[in-house]
């Protein structure tokens, strides 16, 4: 902590010097409203959040301080007016920070954090803001509100309760102590998961340890090798690079090696282990739980979610479970089979499932995954997620060309507008959404390739959310950031279909951001209950793998030639192919995630001991991971999935049963049925509870059964 404060008093000095204007501090002269990237300098930050702040105090005692009656107007929308320069400097700092952060920010992030639990603090423990808030509330059935000011006049009234404002004093303060231990403890899990990603390495200089990787994965070695200065192959534990060297890679020591790197991360006992971490957020939470008088943060959390327990939650994992469980055993049996017919003897492990389930997959279907990717080409699947939400949501997209940077991106598409933002990084490039009718809707940026800097994994952001009351009116800037394979030479980006499934998923949060009709920042967009977040991103992945929807966007990056029939004949006749493997490993993940949360008491909790014990209970197979284990779930004690991991299967419940709404109408690319998806999900963010908004799309209750038949687990 010294060290911090130290750190803090010098940064103050050295920006009590600058005269420069902060540019995160004026009003952007950019299109749209866009950040002002090349303006920005690290430094920058600190002395930004520390003015966002003081002036969202003052503007939050001033609502609490109205001597006029409350009413929505002087208080509600007040609220939401309020904070708009810290929602800002906030997007763009940690959107920024998790792309491509430097020491200075990382510190400033540090410094921050603890800020940040105060200022929350500071608005949900006003006692005379709550009591303006409770009073509204308590009267709202006389007032003549619209169904979204009723949804945001109950968001803050949870938001303050569950913020402290009936706590005790001392409560007041045990929670706040909480909450910034909390974050500092989070913040660490997931510094450390990102250095222990980055810490190891596997330099190939034999060719012969080479053999079974396609050309294509040992060319990106050579360039990752190139580029650290070392002569050989180097491969990573960043996604593009590990999963296709577990696939292929015949060298089975080597696979062996980098198999329980990747699974091990986090769990070394170094400066990086991250199993103390996890017994202190637990803890944590615990004590946040019971402080509001529920027995663990499991029932907590889900209080205001679409399950409402985690009885219910458990509930739907096990029935998924079972049936994925029995798959997974089936195809274990099988690929020992495979190994034995090879002449070996060895026993399958983790190491070897992947290798194994690639040669089986082609020689029960004769389907090589690289004889697909050349026809997956970055640009060409972009091209062709814009094309499906064009035709069913009526949307269209500007290639914007960037500014502000050294070089352009590999491979991208140069447009000359004098509109045109900048952006943060060279492999960044930007696009404006347009509407049906030709209007500005959203700023899109899109950032796929892997950097050291770069935390794992995919995800949607805004770096602007969107804001229409009276005079003060935002549109969305919205960024999807990704780790996809990286070019090399002349070669584009070539994705694998889960790469190519991945764009369609992040692109349809993103669409859920952009789309939104709504007034309220609390309710727009991507702001509704986790449970439900995930079914417009989900549900787009069906057209991904459709087989009309291939045609009009999968062409030979060589030749132009459309993916041929009798490649996407093997694809579905492979459809449900290691879907138990795959199945299991989330769900084991999801069910983890539960029981981590649904304890009472962690006086002598280890890590590692309780992963194994919840795969024993279970029956998970030793051949299956967790998808993330418990060092490395940074869904779960870094980012905002605890106790909702369990959320993407409830979602696809959702999005399996609303894809087989355009299924049964005989048409996959329905323009009535996408307009209505449109109008009933992706306007409406959280200006109504889900399961209405489903039903007025869908008609009737999700059928789980679909999702079954969606993952091959049933007939």
């Not at 769990?267 to 939470?285: G, M, P, T, V, Y």
Request: with cysteine; proline share 4%.
């Amino acid at each position: 902590m010294k060290k911090i404060i130290i750190m803090a008093a010098v940064a103050l000095t050295l920006f009590s010097c600058e005269k420069r204007e902060n540019p995160l501090l004026v009003e952007s002269s950019a299109p749209f409203g866009a950040p002002e990237f090349s303006k920005i300098q690290s430094k920058d930050y600190l002395p930004a959040f520390k003015v966002a702040f003081k002036r969202q105090r003052e503007e939050i005692d001033a609502i609490a301080e109205n001597e006029e009656a409350p009413t929505y107007a002087n208080t509600i929308d007040a609220l939401e007016k309020s904070g708009r320069l810290l929602a800002r400097v906030q997007g763009i700092f940690f959107n920024v920070n998790e792309t491509d952060a430097d020491d200075t920010m990382k510190e400033t992030e540090k410094i921050i954090t603890p800020m940040l639990t105060d200022q929350a603090a500071y608005m949900t423990m006003n006692e005379k803001l709550f009591m303006r808030i409770r009073t509204i509330y308590n009267e709202k059935n006389l007032l003549d509100l619209t169904r979204e000011q009723e949804m945001v006049l109950d968001k803050y009234y949870r938001l303050f309760v569950r913020g402290g404002a009936l706590l005790s004093e001392s409560q007041k303060a045990e929670l706040l102590d909480i909450d910034k231990k909390l974050s500092l403890a989070t913040l660490q899990f997931g510094d450390n998961s990102l250095a222990e990603t980055n810490a190891y390495t596997l330099l190939i200089t034999d060719t012969k340890d080479l053999s079974g990787l396609p050309d294509d994965v040992i060319a990106s070695a050579h360039d990752r090798a190139e580029a650290a200065g070392k002569e050989g192959w180097l491969f990573t534990l960043q996604k593009p690079s590990w999963e296709p060297f577990l696939k292929y890679a015949d060298n089975r020591d080597l696979r062996r090696e980098m198999y329980l790197a990747y699974t091990n991360r986090g769990n070394h006992d170094n400066d990086n282990d991250n199993k103390a971490l996890i017994k202190e957020i637990l803890s944590l939470r615990l004590q946040k739980a019971k402080l509001f008088g529920y027995k663990n943060f499991a029932e907590y959390q889900l209080e205001d979610k679409m399950a409402k327990n985690p009885a219910a939650a458990y509930s739907l994992l096990m029935k998924i479970w079972e049936p994925a469980l029995a798959k997974a055993k089936q195809e274990a049996a099988d690929l020992q089979q495979m190994i034995y017919d090879e002449g070996n003897t060895f026993q399958l492990e983790g190491w070897d499932w992947w290798y194994y389930s690639e040669k089986l997959r082609q020689q029960r279907y004769a389907l090589d995954a690289n004889e697909l990717k050349p026809y997956f080409s970055l640009d060409n699947v972009r091209k062709g997620v814009f094309m499906v939400t064009n035709k069913l949501y009526g949307v269209s997209f500007r290639p914007l060309t960037v500014a502000g940077v050294p070089t352009a991106p590999k491979n991208a598409e140069l447009n000359v507008n004098a509109d045109a933002p900048d952006v943060y990084h060279p492999e960044v490039s930007c696009y404006e959404v347009l509407d049906t009718d030709g209007s500005h809707l959203a700023l899109y940026y899109c950032d796929y390739f892997p950097r050291a800097t770069k935390r794992v994994g995919a995800w949607m952001n805004n770096f602007v959310e969107a804001i229409h009351l009276d005079d003060v009116n935002e549109d969305p800037v919205i960024v999807n950031v990704c780790n996809f394979t990286t070019p090399t030479g002349d070669t584009p980006s070539l994705l694998s279909i889960d790469e190519t499934r991945t764009l369609f998923h992040e692109f349809g949060h993103a669409t859920h951001g952009f789309l939104t009709k709504c007034h309220y920042p609390m309710v727009s967009g991507t702001s509704v209950a986790r449970d439900f977040v995930e079914l417009p991103s989900q549900i787009l992945e069906h057209w991904a793998v459709e087989p009309e929807v291939m045609k009009q966007y999968a062409f030979h990056y060589q030749t132009g030639e459309v993916i041929p029939d009798s490649l996407i004949e093997k694809m579905q006749r492979a459809g449900s192919f290691n879907t138990g493997f795959e199945t299991t490993e989330l769900v084991a993940a999801a069910l983890l995630d539960l029981e981590f949360h649904m304890q009472s008491d962690y006086t002598d909790f280890d890590a590692e001991s309780f992963e194994k014990t919840v795969a024993d209970k279970l029956g998970l197979i030793p051949q299956i991971a967790f998808r993330y284990r418990s060092t490395y779930f940074n869904h779960i004690f870094s980012g905002g999935y605890s106790a909702g991991y369990y959320s993407y299967l409830w979602a696809e419940v959702l999005d399996a049963d609303a894809f087989e709404a355009f299924v049964e109408s005989g048409d996959i690319m329905n323009e009535e049925l996408g307009r209505s998806f449109r109008k009933n999900v992706l306007e409406m963010g959280g200006s109504e509870e889900p399961m209405e908004l489903y039903h007025r799309f869908r008609g009737a209750d999700p059928n789980p059964e679909a999702l079954l038949r969606t993952r091959g687990l049933v007939d």
